[in-house]
């Protein structure tokens, strides 16, 4: 009987300290999957750790996580064009990063040339935001979006 009660305890600890984790600036780990599901818009971008949302060449950023796996992002670039891909997403290391697959480079900034990445840092991810940052060409890339 004790064993039991010892077994259930421990087993409820653990259930627990897994659904509590959360993402360093906010949101849970264990409502991620819901919460991406959605289309995000950019709200700022940060280039090393300073503000470079003005400096942005591109306009109408968005991606959206679609139930099933389905990545799209969309926007307009420096000459105005639509550019449009689409690739699958994944949750990986312990829902820490978004894996991104079948997109390709783009033009952030003229600072920046063009920026590719298939991982992007969880920083925050609740249905009101997220965050999330990457390395290209030895430079951090932080993206905060909002829903659209």
Known sequence: MKTTIKFTLVALIGVLAISCKKYDNGGSKAKAEKNIQNTWKIDKYFFDGTDATSQLLITNYEETFSDGGTYTRTFNDESGDLKSETG?????????????????????????????????????????????????????????????
Do not use: A
Request: charge should be negative; proline fraction near 2%; aromatic fraction near 12%.
């Open 88 to 148: 699958t997403w994944s949750l990986v290391d312990d829902k820490d990063r978004i894996n991104i697959s079948g997109t390709g480079s783009y033009e952030l900034t003229e600072q920046t040339s063009t920026v590719s990445t298939s991982d992007y840092d969880i920083i925050k991810l609740d249905k009101d935001e997220m965050w999330y940052s990457f390395e290209n060409g030895g430079n951090l890339h932080e993206f905060h979006m909002i829903p659209k």
